[in-house]
């Protein structure tokens, strides 16, 4: 079992930055490939970004790329999604997954927190 615990969420105005972190329970953190995901209200869960075991591999939804940055910190258990130039279209609650295996898809993570909203006002 992991349990993740999402934090760092909060309203902040448009083009303004957050940076949300996700912490893990287990030591064997290495071990699993670090997804983010958002839903926003009456939308299904969409990809985000996601990061490699190792952090050398990412990968990023097309309209985070450029805006988004993930990363991972394994002397903490941790991985973070920095979030720049927001837009008010990002609002949504936000949830890290982790599973042995990267992927783009919810499906394929065995692991969740519980979320973490994000208001973005224009």
């Known amino acids: 079992q992991v349990q993740l615990v999402e934090s760092g969420g909060g309203l902040v105005q448009a083009g303004g930055s957050l940076r949300l972190s996700c912490a893990a329970s287990r030591r064997s953190f290495d071990y699993y490939a670090m997804g983010w995901f958002r839903q926003a209200p009456g939308k299904e869960r969409e990809f985000v970004a996601a990061i490699s075991q190792s952090g050398i591999s990412t990968s990023y939804a097309d309209s985070v790329k450029g805006r988004f940055t993930i990363s991972r910190d394994g002397s903490q258990n941790s991985v973070y999604l920095q979030m720049d130039s927001l837009k008010p279209e990002d609002t949504a609650v936000y949830y890290c997954?982790?599973?042995?295996?990267?992927?783009?898809?919810?499906?394929?993570?065995?692991?969740w927190g519980q979320g973490t909203q994000v208001t973005v006002s224009s």
């Open positions: 997954a982790a599973d042995p295996a990267m992927s783009v898809s919810a499906d394929s993570y065995e692991y």
